[in-house]
């Protein structure tokens, strides 16, 4: 196969986009398309080995899926077993356990799958998954396994010149799914094949079909390609939905580079991007666990470690493409899957020892190592503590990513004269343990739902299920209230207190004639989990308060608004956490002298930290 500079430089520009993303999403908000861009160049090329063998009769099945074993797993293999090592010795039992199930999925390219199963209100935070970008390498490995397949199935019953229509209609069918699929359930679509699977036939429409383009249109379509994928680079965010439409901006940008077939392009075939594409597969790799490694330890807002970061994932991908996989093609294929066979099993073990929590590693048996994975959610977040959350009060069902029909009838029933109704997202649900414990004497009413801000217009901000789980709480919540009239109404959420449309709820409110209502302002909230941080650097019982590059110093703009708008209404009562909280950046952490945090995670409140705020600050508001 003739080498294409070209899309040399196309991978490139896909790698960059991603690696300046990851480490700053703030610099380039849509670098994440990058991806769809690998996906395009991979369609090319599979489309153009498989339909040039079948033209040819000399294309073998066997051989293909040898090919793509040595191409993409002794570098992808290299990885999971520096990390093996590294979580040996740097990583708390509970941590080292999901390493070892997120490396073994790795390596059976399913752990797009897993991702998606993660995808939850609870999950972890994907800044504690060392091995999340291999997603995208398993939604690849799924269609390489299956694309020749169908190929060949077509070929042989209709010949290959219907074959081509036949895989137009896959991609058509993909497409329609991605389209049909993305807004219901986005993390679905997100992670998994049927939703993808066009953008990289897409890639194979560039071989499939004969473009017959001169010199002056080859250098106009290049030009208008790569705009597209700056374009998608700068303009989307991970904010949008995503694959969507939005995404054929990436995808068709990327196609229109690779039809233009342009390999003297300045922008493609320089020397720079030549180099930087031939690592392309290795520095994805290498860059995302410098990423995790950067943001655990709270440095990817200093731009001097972004750098830096951004730097060594290039010199280790470099290092891997030199050493591992410019040397792949000539590596003997049963070894290859032997050592993956010996590596899994490894990692089986390290998943059934709970993350080798045995005496031969320090890190299982130090009390500050294992402090975080106490508060881990697959640890602390049980049924006992779902239970303390109100979970039956929640619309938005974790376990099956599905909006419920109805809550628990106990929520709402009514429990004597007055009461304090709490209404709002799962921050809501954490003070409403702590608001519970220290007013027992008091009739307590929540509908509190994931990811649902109190509303009384229908929800437009989140997506598939979550929506439909929001718009039924927030309409359950406002017909309970009328129901029950309740003294007391405490909203809250987790963060944009100041663009929700406060004044519309609070009218809806007086008009339904409740007595007080509270608007309580964002908790203390940790760029990573807050046991973490006191583990790392604030492990002294005796230090309570503290300040940390780890807060999130966003919040404090949000309840600066609210403070200003709302401090002096006759209609409602904003309570600042942070103003009691906090002085200055330094912020009240602990609870108490057996460093129990005020959050769990990154800032749901513990039933400690809940109590403490519901007895010292929101005691007077609600007993008025």
Known sequence: MEFRKDINGLRAIAILGVLVFHFNHTLLPGGFAGVDVFFVISGFLMTKIIFSGCEKETFSLTKFYAARCRRIIPALLTLCVVLLIFGWFYLAPNDYRLLSLHSGTSLLFISNIIYWNEASYFAVDSFSKWLLHTWSLSVEWQFYLIYPLIVIFARNIFGLAKARSIVMCVLFVSFSLCLVLSPRWPSMSFYLIPTRAWEMIIGGVAYLYNFSLSQKQKKYTELAGLLLIVLSYTLFSNKDTWPSMLTTVPVLGALMVIIANNNNSFFTSNYFFQKIGSASYSIYLWHWPIVVLLYTNSMLNDYRYVISGMLASLVAGFFSYMIIENKSKSF???????????????????????????????????????????????????????????????????????????????????????????????????????????????????????????????????????????????????????????????????????????????????????????????????????????????????????????????FFQTDAKMQKKYNNSENVEYISLLNKLCKGDICLAKVDDNNTPIVWDYGHMTPEGSAYVSKMILKSAINE
């Open 332 to 554: 003997n294929l049963k070894y290859i899957l032997s050592c993956v066979a010996l590596v899994i099993a490894l990692f089986s073990s390290v998943w059934v020892t709970y993350g080798a929590d045995v005496s031969a590693r320090s890190l299982a048996q130090d009390k500050k190592a294992v402090y975080p994975t106490i508060y881990s959610p697959d640890k602390y977040f049980t049924q006992s503590m779902k239970d303390s959350f109100l979970e039956k009060c929640n619309f938005y069902d974790a376990v099956t990513n599905k909006a419920k029909e109805y809550i628990d009838h106990s929520c709402v029933e009514k429990k004597g004269i007055g009461g304090v109704f709490v209404w709002g997202d799962s921050h809501a649900q954490a003070l409403g343990q702590g608001i519970r414990s220290v007013f027992k004497d008091l009739p307590f009413y929540q509908v509190a739902s994931s990811s649902c801000k109190p509303g009384i217009i229908p929800d437009t901000e989140t997506k598939g299920e979550v929506t439909i789980s929001c718009d039924r709480s927030n309409k359950e919540a406002l017909s309970s209230i009328a129901n029950l009239h309740p003294d007391i109404v405490i909203m809250a959420q987790r963060a944009h207190h100041d663009l929700n449309d406060y004044d519309a709820i609070i009218q809806k409110l007086k008009e339904i004639r409740v007595k007080k209502i509270i608007i309580v302002g964002p908790i203390t909230q940790y760029d990573i989990a807050l046991p973490a941080v006191i583990a790392a650097r604030h492990w002294n019982k005796s230090e309570r308060m503290f300040a940390d590059v780890a807060l999130n110093r966003d």
